[in-house]
Each structure stands twice: as C-alpha cells, then as structure tokens.
C-alpha cells in the first residue's frame, strides 16, 4: 500500500469487497460475521472514521517535516 492511510483505507474496503464476491460470498455476510453494520464499510468508503482521518492527518505532518529536513541537508 502506499499513499496516505486514509486512501489505503479506502482501498482495503473495496478490496474486501471485491474479494469477498471471488470467495463466493457477500459484503453483509463478511460484515455478519465480523459483527459490523452493512452500512458501515459504505459510510467508511465516503468517510473514513476519525482516527483514520487523525492518523492520515499525522502522517501528512511528519511526511512535510521529513521533506523539510532533507530540503535543508541538501542545501
């Protein structure tokens, strides 16, 4: 995976998805069995939860400093 957490989020739930119609078997039921509401991986893929939208977040400001950092040993 790359790119943010977030995207990475939204990806892991089309691939469970997609994954899930190849084993022969449905998103509710994965969701049945994991003990999640059928609409949650929907309302997720429109917008991921907040931790998923603080650690995205996290991410993006250590990834700046990051790059700043090695902008200024270059210099």
């Known amino acids: 995976m790359s790119g943010n957490f977030e995207d990475d989020f939204r990806r892991a739930i ?3 998805k ?6 022969g078997t ?5 969701c049945k069995e994991a003990q999640v509401g059928r609409a949650t991986p929907d309302r997720w893929t ?5 931790t ?3 650690i995205s977040r ?3 400001i250590v ?3 990051k790059e700043a950092r090695h902008g200024a040993e270059r210099d």
Request: aromatic share 0%; charged share 45%; proline share 7%.
């Open 14 to 16: 089309e691939q469970i």
């Open 18 to 23: 997609t994954d899930a119609k190849e084993a």
């Open 26 to 30: 449905s998103l509710t039921a994965a």
């Open 46 to 50: 429109k917008k991921p939860p907040k």
């Open 52 to 54: 998923i939208r603080l």
């Open 58 to 60: 996290m991410q993006e």
């Open 63 to 65: 990834r700046k400093k």
